[in-house]
């Protein structure tokens, strides 16, 4: 069975300081893996990472995949209270085409 | 970029009554979308894949006869929560992927279902 596993499940931190979240996992025929943030609605898009050490970047969002140790960060610095959302790793796989989603790490930025 | 409209966002249902949920690739087709469940503070759980013109692939534990799915167009799919009960309320999300995108899945809405 495919797994998803981020972590840490919440945070709260202040606003400025830089945090890094982490997915792991394990699924067969992986594909890709995906980072969303969700706020009160549906997930928004932050990356699509196929290949391994390659940094995905944006604003003060970046993210890397690591296709040996199986897993993925999520970095965000000088974080503001409008990055207060649970942040969503999914992987990608051939089977079925579908994605899997990790456990999501809530994130809580404060003044 | 690729949009997926959903509706509708919130209904609110009488215990054993059903409920038609609509997700809706506006510029793209979509041979295969998806929807999941979100229960508060927790991840996306997928609960079935649509596919157009044939019957849904349902997850383990996902009883097909409650959750009726139908992909009957390229750009169309409903999920239809039949004789729903309170525990059937939660956040209903459908997804789908514009093979031209590689921007990955995109989300529907979502729609919050209470059952009382």
């Known amino acids: 069975e495919d797994k998803v596993v981020q972590s840490p499940l919440s945070l709260v931190v202040h606003e400025g300081d830089t945090v890094t979240l982490n997915c792991s996992y394990e699924?067969?025929?992986?594909?890709?893996l995906l980072w969303y943030k969700q706020e009160k609605k549906a997930p928004t898009f932050l990356f699509m990472l196929?290949?391994?050490?390659i940094e995905k970047k944006s604003g003060r969002l970046s993210s890397i995949l690591d296709k040996k140790e199986l897993s993925s960060i999520l970095n965000i610095t000088a974080t503001q209270t409008g990055d207060s959302a649970i942040y969503l790793c999914?992987?990608?796989?051939?089977?079925?085409?579908?994605?899997?989603f990790g456990t999501g790490t809530r994130l809580q930025v404060t003044l | 970029g690729a949009v997926v409209s959903q509706h509708p966002s919130r209904v609110i249902c009488k215990s054993g009554t059903s409920v038609k949920i609509e997700c809706r690739s506006l510029?793209?087709?979509?041979?295969?979308m998806f929807w999941y469940r979100q229960f508060p503070k927790q991840s996306l759980m997928l609960m079935a894949t649509?596919?157009?013109?044939?019957?849904?692939?349902?997850e383990q534990g996902v009883e097909k006869d409650k959750f009726l799915i139908n992909h009957a167009s390229l750009t169309l799919s409903t999920l239809t929560v039949t004789s729903a009960h309170p525990e059937d309320s939660s956040f209903y999300i459908c997804?789908?992927?514009?093979?031209?995108?590689?921007?990955?899945?995109?989300f529907g809405s979502g729609t919050r279902l209470t059952v009382v």
């Open positions: 997804s789908a992927r514009d093979e031209g995108d590689l921007g990955g899945y995109t």
């Open positions: 699924v067969t025929n992986f594909r890709s």
């Open positions: 196929t290949s391994s050490g």
């Open positions: 999914a992987v990608y796989t051939g089977t079925a085409s579908k994605l899997t």
């Open positions: 510029d793209f087709q979509a041979t295969t």
């Open positions: 649509s596919n157009e013109g044939s019957k849904a692939t349902y």
